[in-house]
């Protein structure tokens, strides 16, 4: 089935008899048995409840996955994510990734024993140097957050194969209507649903994607026993957001294009990083393992005071933390989402006080670029 159709439809599962369109909130804690040793399938929300049920079968499919768990949070699926490592174990981390990643392997994983090296995997090759005797797994985010680097997943696949390591992707800014790591040959895939998933700004939501028994198994019993599930209403908010992603991923990209293009022609911009400008080192690489190329744009003005003005004078984008949702928001890496990186590492990966982040909307096209420049103009 087309993406597109599996978007609208989901797993198709029905729950009640009504004929409802649209499914159900089932919005209970607890189910009734119907005799002893007996059950509906249903037996405490926290472990299974139909409503996240469709959802993650719906989520699942979309990635070519066998299972899929939703968590409350992108944070709290990393979270889960991380028990199935213990102390001692090893794990190489893209050198460029969401803030709040850098921040759980730095403060909660390393304080759990689990070592944690970032290095920059876009040069695919160069991570085979960093494997250890007891390296478990390979984290990655393509394309990065905020530089917009990408790595080949299908290249990294075959060396964690080979070391019999575990290769998770981060595949929040493509979501599955683009990238499908599933299919390229990753363990796990991971999503904040909040950001494209859900897409709308107004709820939280994670999760975790395998196509393996074994761990979709190991997970289950985490995450019913950890507990961070998302709740029905959150999972049927999902359910209506993914019913419109393929189209909003399409009109998005569509705008961020026309968006990219005119601020590399802007006098005051420096640099624009988006994988779908043929010069962005990714290009191909992107065109090879995605079918878009999102619609995440960050680039570099030529000060500090043109950023800050930017961010004050904007009036249709808003300057806010996160993502992918259908108004478009633009951030300050720096002060925000990679504030608590050391400030060396994060200047040596790009990120300083001349770089912007935008996640581009759904408004029109024109009026967002008209927005920047009377932002740009004025600065
Ligand atoms: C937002 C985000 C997360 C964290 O997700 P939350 O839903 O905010 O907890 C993880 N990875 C990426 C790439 C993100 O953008």
Redesign the pocket.
């Known amino acids: 089935m087309d993406l597109k159709t599996l978007c609208i439809h989901g797993c198709g599962t029905k729950y009640d008899t009504t004929g409802a369109i649209s499914v159900p909130i089932f919005q209970s804690a607890t189910f009734a048995h119907p005799g002893v040793g007996k059950s509906t399938g249903f037996d405490y929300s926290r472990q299974q409840n139909p409503t996240r049920e469709y959802l993650e079968k719906t989520v699942a499919a979309l990635e070519c996955g066998s299972d899929a768990l939703a968590f409350s949070?992108?944070?709290?699926a990393?979270t889960a994510l991380m028990e199935l490592f213990s102390p001692g174990d090893h794990i190489i981390a893209s050198d460029d990734l969401?803030g709040?990643?850098h921040r759980l392997f730095r403060h909660i994983s390393e304080k759990n024993g689990i070592t944690v090296d970032f290095v920059n995997t876009s040069d695919a090759a160069g991570i085979e140097s960093h494997i250890l005797p007891h390296t478990k797994a390979v984290f990655i985010?393509t394309p990065t957050?905020p530089m917009m680097q990408v790595t080949d997943i299908a290249a990294v696949a075959e060396i964690t194969k080979r070391h019999g390591l575990l290769l998770i992707v981060?595949n929040?800014?493509l979501t599955p209507y683009f990238q499908q790591p599933l299919k390229l040959g990753a363990d796990i895939v991971?999503h904040?649903?909040?950001?494209y998933l859900g897409g709308h700004n107004d709820t939280?939501?994670?999760f975790i994607v395998v196509s393996d028994a074994l761990l979709s198994e190991k997970l289950r019993c985490i995450s019913k026993t950890t507990g961070a599930c998302l709740s029905p209403f959150d999972s049927w908010l999902l359910i209506r957001g993914i019913k419109t992603l393929a189209i909003r991923m399409e009109q998005q990209q569509k705008n961020t294009i026309k968006i990219a293009d005119w601020l590399c022609s802007h006098h005051k911009i420096k640099a624009v990083h988006y994988p779908g400008l043929r010069s962005h080192p990714g290009y191909s690489i992107s065109k090879k393992q995605a079918t878009g190329f999102g619609a995440m744009i960050s680039f570099e003005t030529d000060s500090e005071n043109t950023a800050v003005q930017i961010l004050e004078r904007v009036e249709i984008i808003q300057y806010a933390e996160?993502?992918g949702g259908v108004e478009s928001l633009i951030t300050y890496p720096m002060l925000q989402t990679h504030a608590d990186i050391p400030k060396e590492e994060r200047e040596a990966k790009g990120i300083n006080e001349r770089l912007l982040r935008l996640s581009v909307g759904l408004e029109s096209a024109d009026d967002l670029i008209a927005d920047l420049k009377h932002a740009l103009d004025e600065a």
């Open positions: 949070t992108g944070m709290a990393e969401y709040g990643s985010e957050n981060d929040t800014f991971l904040s649903g909040t950001k939280l939501a994670g996160s993502l």
